[in-house]
């Protein structure tokens, strides 16, 4: 399939002169570089929690329940399972 993509001009030459240097075709190192990126499987290491995206919110509200509303090991792991539907 053919298909047009923007590249700022410094990663264009450095993805050409990558291709050159290898022997291959500008459109050969862009695949193996979407398959690398599909394939290999997410690091959740590096994403962050729920818990750490929302560190800032927890305790704006006042739910009346002070531990919902004040403590952030409640969010701990949150959203780190994706739920499977069956």
Known sequence: MKTT???SDDLYR???AEAALRGRKLRELVEEGLRLVI???RNRATRPTLREL???A???VDSGLP???SNPKHLAGFGRHARRHH
């Open 5 to 7: 993509i923007e590249l």
């Open 14 to 16: 450095q993805a050409k």
């Open 39 to 41: 394939q290999s499987p």
């Open 54 to 56: 929302m560190k800032n």
């Open 58 to 60: 927890c305790g704006v």
């Open 67 to 69: 531990d919902l509303a």
